[in-house]
């Protein structure tokens, strides 16, 4: 008997114990070593790559079994949406900023503990930005927050300007920022302070711009009224919108959306404006109706709704809505037969007949 102690790797194989008689007698017995699995060779732990190229990772290990080796990302999910997948390599295509982060290869065979390898990815990549609020209502004497949301590696240098000029040019103005965020308060704005603004990004893949409207214009009106609440031959239409001043006018076009029974082009606008008077308001909202008379039972109409403060107009708000149908004598009475004098007149003799 033998007994081989310490066993290694490099153990595994056929052992022979051998009989020397006549004929010779072999027994042979094979060893086979399990070991844990062991990282022998990953990608780079840094891999620095641009937008929209390609990178793989790779990763080998020795062990036996054989292990099986899988990717897992500690940010979450995987690009592909997994939370993991097998195999030796990972191929990431075409990538963009959201596949950054650490990526790890586990080995593992079941036999003693799993062993692991990480690689990071980061992404080089031209300015991306977003804006907050691409419009921005405020009223003079305010203080209004504009914000742009800029990611970018390399780090970007940020401007800002309004209208074209450079901000350093203008007023009561900071520039603040915080990480991704990127923001220009302008403090006790006035009318000179409204206009267009832009934040502007760059680095050294590239630039890039987003714009956002500082006014006093009120915002576009939002219908509140039922599209199917109409009348046989009006309807009221109620709205209201957001404005730092006081509503001055409304401007009401309409048309049938079918210009007659024959066609399916739509009809003539029908268009006025008129002077706010009617009008609750709750804070920066204004609540407004206005009622269409002579229009044509069980019809579709469609309409458009402006206002305007002392600045100018609101964009258009554009509705559908319908009137009801004529009600006929019968629907009038609630399903009540109708007869006339004559057909009274006419029963009455031939009942009598009847009860004698």
């Not at 804006?131 to 401007?159: F, N, S």
Request: hydrophobic share 30%; with cysteine; charged share 25%.
């Amino acid at each position: 008997m033998v007994e081989v102690s310490g066993l290694r790797p490099s153990d595994t194989g056929n052992y022979v114990c051998r009989i020397q008689v006549e004929p010779p007698i072999e027994v042979v017995h094979y060893v086979d070593v399990q070991f844990a699995p062991k990282i022998t060779h990953h990608s780079e732990q840094e891999q620095q790559v641009v937008k929209d190229e390609s990178v793989k990772l790779e990763c080998e290990a020795s062990g036996n079994p054989t292990p099986t080796i899988r990717w897992s990302r500690k940010e979450g999910h995987l690009p592909s949406g997994a939370e993991e997948e097998e195999g030796l390599s990972m191929t990431l295509e075409g990538v963009d900023r959201h596949v950054e982060g650490t990526y790890t290869c586990t080995a593992d065979n079941g036999i003693g503990d799993p062993a692991s390898a990480s690689m990071s990815i980061t992404v080089s990549y031209k300015p991306e930005i977003v804006t907050e609020k691409t419009t921005v209502r405020t009223g003079e004497g305010d203080k209004v927050e504009l914000v742009c949301i800029i990611h970018a590696r390399p780090a970007p240098q940020v401007e800002w300007s309004k209208d074209g000029q450079p901000i350093e040019e203008l007023g009561q103005v900071e520039e603040h920022d915080k990480g991704h965020r990127h923001s220009l308060q302008v403090n006790g704005v006035t009318e000179n302070d409204f206009g267009k603004y832009e934040c502007q990004a760059t680095n050294d893949l590239g630039t890039a711009s987003a714009a956002i409207h500082l006014t006093g214009y009120p915002k576009h009106p939002h219908v509140t009224s039922d599209p199917n609440g109409g009348e046989e031959t009006s309807y009221t239409l109620t709205w209201e919108t957001e404005s730092y001043y006081p509503i001055l006018e409304y401007r009401l076009r309409y048309r049938k959306a079918k210009a007659n029974d024959s066609t399916d082009l739509p009809g003539d606008w029908e268009e006025a404006t008129y002077e706010a008077t009617e009008l609750e308001t709750e804070g920066l909202v204004h609540h407004m109706k206005h009622t269409l008379d002579g229009l044509q039972p069980a019809t579709d109409y469609h309409a458009a709704i402006q206002v305007k403060n002392k600045f100018n107009w609101s964009a258009n708000a554009e509705y559908a809505f319908s009137t009801k149908k004529e009600m006929t004598g019968h629907q009038m009475t609630g399903g009540a037969p109708l007869y006339s004098l004559s057909t009274v007149v006419f029963l009455l003799p031939a009942l009598l007949l009847l009860r004698t």
